[in-house]
Structure formats: C-alpha cells, structure tokens
C-alpha cells in the first residue's frame, strides 16, 4: 500500500514524539543560521502547498483513524501564517476524530509575532504544545552563535503562547559556549528559565558534526570546549539557580553523560546530589560508560 506521506530528508522530531504522526508543513528552518545547528542547512527553507498537505492529510485518515498525536516539522512550524495553521488544524481535528494533541517546533520570533487572540485561537484548534530551543539565556553566548533571539525575546515569546493555553518544552545546550562562557550560560540560562516556568524542560550536550574546528569558526569568540566535569559542573549551576514550581525535566538524550530525571519543583536537591557524586566519583555514579573514557 502506497503511503499518503512524502517527507523531505533529514527529518527530525523530539524523542516525546516518537509515536506521533509526523507531518511537513515547512521545509528546513527560517533562520537557519545558528552556530551550532547543521539540522538543516542542505534544506532551502520553503512552505508547502496547503492543500497537498490537506490531501496528504486526508490520505492518511482513511487509512489511520486511530491518530491521537501530530508533530508539525521542520525546524520552526510556527512560523507559518496563523490563516494556513488554522485550515491545517481544521483538517487534522476532521481527519482524525481521537486526535487530542498537536505539537511543533518553535522559535520565540514565531509566537511574538502572533497576536494574543491568534495564539488562543490557535490553541483552541488544537495546537497544545510547542518545543523550542533556547539554547542559552546568555545574550553575549546568543549572540556569538548567532542564534537570532535574545534571552528578552525568549521569555516573550513563550510566555505569550502561555497566557494562550499552548504549554511549552525548552531545551537548554550545554557547553555551548565552552569554557570561558560556562558560568554566565549557566545562571543567566536557569533566570530565563526561571521568568517562563515551563511544563516541561531538557538539557543537550553541544556535538560537532562536523567537527570541532567547524564550530569554531562559526562561533564569533574564542572556544575552549568544556570537558565532562566542565560540563557536570555547569549543570549543577544551572540546575542549582532555577526555582521552578511543576517542571518535568529530563537530562536523557543521547548526547548527555548524566541522566537525570524528575521534577524541577520536588526533586532539584536529589539531582544535585546525584551530579555532585558523578563529579567526586564517576565510575561509580551512573555516568554513562562509553563516557567515562572521557574523564
């Protein structure tokens, strides 16, 4: 049977929606721009056409009546205008009579730029959740990777599609800015994370896909890459000056050395605790073992 779907290689998701229908609305990321990102760059950033994804919609739900979760790719879904969301949500909830929850990737730009009656309207279709990337919520570590955003447009944007009912999962990359940024990235990134309060809330690890000199020179300052107790240590200074109420964090993708998991509101000493034992004894602390050939 000839699937309905046609996707554009590389494709990404969160790990939380692995058993989501994944649709593409957008090619690549709008801004595309950022230092540390190779996700999309062999990808021109381009919208589809409407009603190929309405049909490929439809496609689907003769053969799937049973979607309960879709996640908008590419890089940024919320850029698109609020009139083409609307006729995507309409079709989805047509489609799909179970669905209960759709999500996207975001990028603060996109959700300021919408009004607050756009957002809620959006919500209320059935966009329930958006994923963005902070990555710091340093402005001087920001701006040396070009990310585009500001810790100030950061907070904005997310907590406008919070006051519209659109929950939110951010994601903060560690070592980012290497050793000399380290602290800085740390604090200023928990205080940004503080002002949004977020449902849900993860840490990466910085990677060089094309390797470290790569990095370097996209990056507008002078690198030194954190080692893994450089990195243990920035999370127990972010982790240590958030103060968060309901915030379900997870240090568990592939790229972490340290899993952690648990709630920012009742479990942040238990962390703590748990990163503090990785650092005096790591063979013994739950440190991944492919990673303590590393220290």
């Not at 585009?148 to 939110?168: D, N, P, R, W, Y």
């Not at 390797?211 to 240590?240: Q, S, V």
Request: hydrophobic residues 40%; proline residues 4%; charged residues 25%.
């Amino acid at each position: 049977m000839h699937y309905p779907i046609s996707y554009e290689e590389p494709m990404f998701r969160p790990p939380s929606e692995a058993r989501s229908l994944i649709l593409q609305p957008a090619i690549g990321c709008s801004w595309n721009r950022c230092a540390f990102c190779e996700m999309y760059t062999g990808k021109k950033f381009r919208i589809r056409d409407l009603a190929e994804m309405k049909e490929e919609i439809r496609g689907v739900g003769e053969i799937q009546t049973d979607i309960r979760k879709v996640f908008l790719a590419d890089g940024n879904a919320m850029v698109l205008q609020v009139d083409y969301l609307m006729e995507l949500l309409g079709a989805l909830e047509k489609a799909f009579p179970k669905l209960n929850r759709v999500s996207a990737y975001a990028l603060p730009g996109d959700l300021f730029v919408k009004t607050d009656d756009e957002l809620k309207m959006i919500h209320e279709a059935g966009l329930k959740l958006i994923y963005v990337g902070i990555e710091s919520g340093d402005d001087e570590v920001l701006k040396l990777i070009n990310k585009g955003e500001t810790a100030a447009s950061s907070v904005e944007g997310i907590l406008k599609a919070k006051k519209a009912g659109i929950k939110s999962s951010v994601m903060i990359l560690s070592g980012l800015g290497g050793k000399r940024y380290s602290r800085q990235h740390a604090e200023n990134s928990a205080t940004v994370v503080n002002a949004i309060q977020p449902e849900y809330l993860s840490t990466l690890v910085l990677s060089y896909p094309h390797g470290m000199e790569h990095y370097k020179k996209r990056f507008k300052g002078d690198f030194e890459p954190c080692d893994i107790p450089d990195l243990l240590r920035e999370l127990k200074i972010f982790i240590g000056a958030t103060e968060l109420d309901q915030t379900v964090f997870r240090s568990d993708h592939a790229s972490n050395y340290l899993i952690l998991k648990g709630n920012l509101g009742r479990e942040k000493e238990r962390m703590l605790q748990e990163i503090d034992a990785a650092l005096e004894n790591p063979g013994m602390a739950g440190l991944r073992p492919e990673w303590l050939r590393g220290l």
